[in-house]
C-alpha cells in the first residue's frame, strides 16, 4: 500500500479494488458455516434495531459497561480511545472537534452525530454540544466509520457516531443520585429516574457542572436534563424525548509559543465569553405491520448562543445566534424473499428545515445581519440480502434535493443554490468458517457547504461553494468469538471540491482533489479471568492531490491537523468483587499544524502520549469511584495555529488532575 511502499496512486487504488474482488470470489469457495459472534448487542445502523452480525459492515459500541469502567467525563473523551478517531480541543470549550479518519479542522464537519437517530451536527462552524449529552443518560454509542451518507444524508464522509440515550425499562421502579469532585474546583452532580410499568414508563437524567477548568478565564456552568416518555410495547410504541442545556462558558483563547513557555494557564483574552441554551423535542412511533416495521420521528431543535470576544479592548465583538432546525423521517422495514435468498428492505424519506439568525456587533455598532437557510428533501433505500448463511450483500442509494442560501441585509449582499446529490453504498460480508469474516464495501458521500463556508464573517461577503463530494472504498477482516474480537482494515477515499479554507484569503474554498487513505487494526480479548484488555492503532494519512495556497504548489502535500499515527491501549482489571482497576494509554503523533497547508512552517506539532487511572467498588447501593488523568503530567496540546511570524498559537491541555465520585442507587 502507499503508506508502506511509496506505489502510485493508480496502482494503489488497483490494490484496493483487486482486494473488492477477492471478496467477492472468496463468496463462492468459502465454507457454508455460520459465524459465531461475541455478546448480542442491538444496534441502530440501519434506522431500525438490528443484530450486528446481520450487517455486511460492523459497527463499533461503546456499551454502558464501557462507560462506567473509563476516566472520561464527556463523549468526546469516550470516542478518542476508539480506532479512526481524533479529538481536539481548538476554543477552549469542552465542545472538543470530533475527527473520523483525518478530515483536520474541518474534520466535525465530516462526522456525522446523530441522537437517537436524529441529526445534531450544526450547518455552522460549530461543534456539537457535547456538554448537553452527559454519559449518565447514555445507553450506548455506536460508530460506523466511513458509512452513513445512504442513510443520513450529508456530513458522514469519515463517518457516523450514533448516541442512543436510555429508555423507561419495563416494570422497573429505582432513582439514583451523585455527586463527582475533582482539580480546578470542579463540582458535578446528577440525580435519575425510572418510573414504569409494563406498558407506560417515565425515565429523567439531570446535571449540574460547575468547573473552572485548567486555564485562567475558562470557568463553566452547565446544566442540563433529560426526559423521556414511552408506551406500548417495543414493536408497537410512542414516545417523546425532551432535552435542555443551559451553558455559561468563559472563552481564554490560543497562546503564543512564548506565553505557553511562560504560563501556560494564563488566558490570551480575558473576559471574553459564550453562553449557550438549546432545546430538543423529539417524538416517535414505531409499529408492526405485519412482518414489516413502520418508524417516524418528528423533531425540532432550537439554539441561542450570546458570545463576546475583545471583552478587555475598545473592540468588544458580539455576537447573538439563533438557530432552529425542523425535522421529519418516516422510514420503513421490509423483510421478504426474493426465490430462495432473505432480503431486508429499509427505505424512507427525510424532510428538514434549518433556519439560522445572527448578528454581529464591533463597539455597539452593527456590522453584520446574516439570515441563512438549508432546506432538505430526501428519499433512500437500502437493501440487505442474505445470498447464502454465510454471505450478506448491501445496496444503498439515496437522492436528496438542496437549497441553501444566505443574506445579509446590511451589507446588502445575498445568494442561494440548488443541487441535487446522490450517494450510493455496495457493501459484502463474507463468513469464513465460525470466527472469522471479510468485508468490503465503496460508495460516495457528500457534504452540504454551511453558511460560514459560504459567508465570511469579517468582510461580510458571501462565496457560495459547491458541495463536497467523495468517493470512498473499505476493505477488512474480522475474527469475533465470545470473549475475544480483532479487525483490520484499509480505507481510501478520493474527494473532489473539499471545503477548506484558505490561509491566505481568510475565505472557505473548494479545493482540487485530496486524498485520505490508511489502516486501522484493533482488538479485544480476556487475557485470563477477570483481566480484559484493548488496544487499536490507526495509521491515517491526509493528502493535497494537486493545487496551490498562495502561489506555492501543496501537490502530495500533508493536511494539517492528521497524526499519521495514533494508538491507544487500555486493562481492565476486576480483582474483587465489585472492585475494578481501569487504566488507559493514548498516543498521538506528531501532525502539521493548522494553517500550514504549504508544509512550510518547519516545525510539527509535538507528539504525545496520556495515561488515565481509575479505581471503582460498588459497596451494596454504592457505587464509588476514583482517578487520576494525565498520570506522568504530561505537558501538550491537541490544537495549534502557524500564525506566520514564524510561530504557533495553542491551547495548552490539563496537566495531571484527580477526580472522584459517590452515586447512589435507591433500589
Do not use: C
Not at 456539537?128 to 452513513?148: K, Q
Not at 469579517?458 to 477482516?477: C, N, Y
Request: charged fraction near 20%.
Amino acid at each position: 500500500m502507499r503508506f508502506f511502499t511509496g506505489l502510485s496512486a493508480r496502482l494503489h487504488r488497483f490494490i484496493f479494488e483487486t482486494l473488492i474482488l477477492a471478496v467477492i470470489s472468496i463468496t463462492v469457495h468459502a465454507q457454508q458455516t455460520t459465524a459465531t459472534i461475541a455478546p448480542e448487542v442491538v444496534v441502530t445502523a440501519t434506522r431500525f434495531d438490528e443484530l450486528p452480525q446481520t450487517l455486511p459492515v460492523g459497527v463499533t459500541v461503546i456499551t454502558a459497561e464501557d462507560i462506567r469502567n473509563s476516566t472520561a467525563a464527556a463523549v468526546p473523551e469516550l470516542l478518542q480511545h476508539v480506532a479512526g478517531i481524533q479529538v481536539r480541543d481548538d476554543s477552549g470549550s469542552p465542545n472538543w472537534q470530533v475527527d473520523m479518519r483525518g478530515f483536520g479542522i474541518f474534520g466535525d464537519q465530516n462526522t456525522l452525530v446523530l441522537l437517537d437517530g436524529q441529526r445534531i451536527s450544526e450547518n455552522e462552524q460549530a461543534s456539537v454540544d457535547w456538554e448537553a449529552i452527559p454519559l449518565s443518560s447514555i445507553e450506548r454509542i455506536e460508530i460506523m466509520r466511513g458509512s452513513g451518507a445512504v442513510l443520513y444524508g450529508g456530513g458522514a464522509t469519515g463517518g457516523t457516531v450514533n448516541i442512543i440515550t436510555k429508555n423507561p425499562q419495563s416494570n422497573r421502579n429505582g432513582e439514583y443520585a451523585g455527586v463527582d469532585a475533582g482539580s480546578y474546583d470542579t463540582q458535578n452532580y446528577i440525580a435519575g429516574a425510572n418510573i414504569a410499568g409494563q406498558n407506560f414508563g417515565f425515565i429523567i437524567d439531570a446535571r449540574h457542572l460547575e468547573t473552572d477548568n485548567y486555564r485562567d478565564n475558562n470557568q463553566l456552568r452547565d446544566q442540563n436534563a433529560q426526559a423521556g416518555l414511552q408506551w406500548g410495547s417495543d414493536r408497537d410504541r410512542l414516545y417523546a424525548k425532551f432535552s435542555g442545556d443551559d451553558q455559561i462558558l468563559q472563552l481564554p483563547g490560543a497562546l503564543t509559543q512564548a506565553q505557553i513557555r511562560t504560563n501556560p494557564q494564563q488566558a490570551a483574552t480575558p473576559g471574553d465569553f459564550g453562553n449557550t441554551y438549546e432545546g430538543i423535542a423529539n417524538l416517535g412511533g414505531e409499529f408492526g405491520i405485519g412482518d414489516a416495521d413502520l418508524a417516524l420521528n418528528l423533531e425540532y431543535r432550537g439554539k441561542t448562543e450570546h458570545a463576546a470576544y475583545f471583552v478587555a479592548t475598545p473592540y468588544r465583538d458580539d455576537l447573538d445566534t439563533q438557530v432552529d432546525t425542523w425535522s421529519v423521517t418516516p422510514r420503513l422495514r421490509l423483510p421478504f424473499m426474493l426465490g430462495s435468498i432473505s432480503n431486508t428492505l429499509v427505505t424512507g424519506v427525510d424532510w428538514d428545515q434549518w433556519d439560522y439568525d445572527s448578528t454581529t456587533s464591533v463597539a455597539g455598532f452593527l456590522l453584520g445581519h446574516p439570515l441563512a437557510g438549508q432546506r432538505d428533501l430526501a428519499w433512500y433505500a437500502q437493501n440487505t440480502s442474505a445470498l447464502t448463511a454465510t454471505t450478506t450483500l448491501s445496496l444503498g442509494v439515496r437522492d436528496q434535493d438542496v437549497t441553501y442560501d444566505v443574506s445579509d441585509e446590511v451589507n446588502d449582499v445575498q445568494a442561494s443554490r440548488d443541487r441535487d446529490l446522490r450517494a450510493f453504498e455496495v457493501a459484502l460480508r463474507q463468513h469464513l468458517g465460525e470466527v472469522f469474516s471479510l468485508y468490503g464495501k465503496f460508495g460516495n458521500s457528500f457534504r452540504i457547504p454551511n453558511v460560514n463556508d459560504n459567508y465570511n464573517l469579517l468582510t461580510a461577503t458571501i462565496t457560495m461553494l459547491e458541495p463536497q463530494t467523495s468517493h470512498d472504498r473499505e476493505v477488512g477482516i474480522e475474527y469475533q468469538a465470545a470473549k475475544t474480537y480483532y479487525r483490520a482494515a484499509l480505507y481510501e477515499m478520493d474527494i473532489n471540491n473539499e471545503i477548506h479554507l484558505d490561509p491566505f484569503t481568510f475565505n472557505n474554498v473548494n479545493l482540487p482533489p485530496t486524498r485520505r487513505y490508511g489502516m486501522e487494526l484493533e482488538g479485544k480479548w480476556e487475557i485470563v479471568t477477570g483481566v480484559s484488555v484493548y488496544a487499536n492503532y490507526t495509521y491515517a494519512a491526509a493528502k493535497f492531490v494537486e493545487g496551490s495556497f498562495g502561489g506555492i504548489d501543496v501537490t502530495d502535500k500533508d493536511v494539517p491537523l492528521v497524526p499519521r499515527n495514533s494508538a491507544n491501549i487500555g486493562v481492565t482489571w476486576t480483582f474483587a468483587k465489585g472492585a475494578q482497576l481501569s487504566a488507559v494509554a493514548r498516543y498521538v503523533g506528531e501532525q502539521i499544524y493548522d494553517g500550514d497547508e504549504t508544509n512550510t512552517f518547519g516545525q510539527k506539532m509535538p507528539s504525545y502520549t496520556l495515561v488515565d487511572l481509575k479505581l471503582s467498588k460498588e459497596i451494596s447501593n454504592w457505587l464509588l469511584s476514583a482517578g487520576i488523568k494525565n498520570l506522568f503530567d504530561e505537558k501538550y496540546f491537541s490544537y495549534g495555529v502557524y500564525t506566520g511570524f514564524p510561530t504557533y498559537d495553542a491551547y495548552p491541555a490539563p496537566q495531571r488532575n484527580w477526580f472522584a465520585s459517590a452515586q447512589y442507587a435507591f433500589r
